[in-house]
């Protein structure tokens, strides 16, 4: 078994991950660390929850601590781009807290925020950066920040970032970069305009994946509620009432749904936040915050502002809606057992819903009902099902759900889908749906 100790890390470094109660790295970790501290190019494909924030943020604070070296005025020494404004924070927080004892300047700039104070936060040059494109090379093109001295460029979550057409930004502030620089690539999927983009970028990158086996996904418990669209509402405050349900993130498809679910929730005293595009940037922080604090119980999303969301402790995710892109399914329920703890993931599934479920079922090559549509008959018991338990008593009703419209797909449920080949050069970074 591989250690922290072993790993090649500086002393404050370990003495971080140690305080924070972490015993041994993950899979990603242990593979990507000594490759990024010799100095090679990266390529990593691994989802979140994975570990892989802390793969690349740990050898950076290692050689800030080993050498400091003056990144110059509105200079950075390392920038990190990643897809949302969410996950840009959350990246700037692990570097904080991963380097309390190293204690580096570290900067954020995105979209939604006011650009001067970004600016003068600059000024003086950080050791780390953390952006969003669009945004970035807004300030680029304001002469507020340079990236002629970076010798560190790391591109997270690079499909979404594909997805979210900010890949003519990212070739921009490639161009930008010094010729002589290490660059780190990570990604949950790699389609072939990522291994392009890898090809074009990265000099004879190493390449490291989390294998199949070690997904947080197999660690899931996932099970299927069978219901009718209007037993959904009081279905969840039953389960969210549960003993067990420490912390859930529920999602819907809609930010009208989202809304309308939270305030079901609140009218029976659980508490409640919903997060999507239609609240302000302060509004989705303070909810974040209280739900990361246990103020409240229940995080109700749309998943583009889940996306990169990174809370420790969440005990169930609900599809309270099923997505209609397959992989979505997988970024939700990778939400709880995060790093190697155990958590639930419950899916609401009206018959409308029953070609959704299939699609998973395919892509995680797992059936969640074993043998076809099950009845859709009122809560019956047992209402959480783990497939077998929803064989018996198929019957006819099996015929009754198969038949139900939604074997076709309402064009409405599409909206979620992130925008491809955006004009406006990324500025919408962290946009959410
Ligand atoms: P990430 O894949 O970077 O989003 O990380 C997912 C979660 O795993 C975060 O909440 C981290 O706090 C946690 N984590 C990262 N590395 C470890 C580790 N070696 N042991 C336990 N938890 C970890």
Redesign the pocket.
């Known amino acids: 078994m591989t250690l922290f100790t072993d790993l090649g890390l500086a002393e404050p470094v370990i003495r971080a ?1 140690t305080a ?1 109660s ?5 899979p990603i ?1 242990s593979q990507s660390i000594p490759i990024i501290l010799e100095g090679h190019d990266l390529v990593g494909i691994a989802q ?7 793969a690349f943020v740990l050898p950076l604070l290692h050689r800030l601590a080993e050498k400091r070296t003056n990144p110059g005025a509105r200079g950075c020494r390392t920038l990190i781009l990643a897809p949302t404004r969410e996950l840009a924070n959350q990246i700037a927080e692990s570097a904080r807290v991963y380097g309390k004892f190293i204690r580096p300047s570290v900067a954020v700039v995105i979209g939604g925020a006011k650009p001067g104070p970004q600016a003068r936060q600059m000024m003086p040059g950080v050791d780390i950066l953390v952006a969003t494109p669009g945004r970035l090379l807004d300030h680029v093109s304001t002469g507020a920040i340079r990236l002629d001295g970076t010798d560190t460029i790391i591109l997270d979550e690079a499909d979404q970032m594909l997805d979210l057409g900010f890949m003519p930004a990212i070739r921009k502030i490639m161009s930008m970069l010094p010729g002589r620089r290490q660059a780190i690539m990570f990604s949950a999927t790699m389609p072939k305009p990522i291994r392009a983009l890898a090809a074009e970028f990265l000099r004879n990158p190493r390449e490291v994946a989390v294998s199949v086996e070690s997904k947080p996904i197999d660690r899931i418990d996932q099970r299927v509620m069978l219901l009718t669209g209007d037993q959904k509402k009081d279905a969840l405050v039953t389960l969210m009432k549960e003993s067990g349900v420490e912390r859930a993130i529920v999602f819907t498809r809609t930010k009208h749904g989202a809304d309308k679910v939270c305030r079901h929730l609140e009218a029976a005293n659980i508490g409640a936040s919903a997060i999507h595009g239609n609240k302000s940037q302060s509004q989705r922080e303070r909810a974040l915050d209280q739900f990361r604090q246990g103020r409240i119980k229940v995080l109700v999303a749309t998943d583009i502002a889940a996306r990169g969301i ?1 809370v ?1 402790g969440i005990s169930h995710v609900v599809n309270f809606e099923l997505p209609n892109i397959p992989e979505s399914y997988v970024h939700r329920i990778g939400r709880t057992a ?3 703890t155990d958590g639930v993931a419950v899916s609401f599934v009206e018959p409308a819903e029953l070609t959704y479920l299939r699609d998973i079922e395919r892509l995680i090559g797992k059936q969640l009902i074993p043998g076809g549509a099950v009845p859709v008959r009122g809560l019956n018991p047992p209402h959480l099902t783990r497939g077998q338990n929803q064989r018996g008593g198929g019957g006819q009703n099996r015929n009754a759900a198969a038949q139900k419209p939604g074997h076709s797909r309402p064009q409405s449920r599409n909206h979620a889908a992130p925008a491809r080949g955006r004009s406006d050069g990324g500025r919408a970074a962290g946009r959410v749906s």
Do not use: H, N, S
């Not at 972490?22 to 993950?26: A, E, H, I, R, V």
């Not at 979140?48 to 802390?54: E, I, N, P, Q, S």
């Open positions: 991950v924070e972490y015993t041994t790295p993950t970790q979140t929850g994975t570990g892989k924030t802390a990174d420790d995060r790093a190697g």
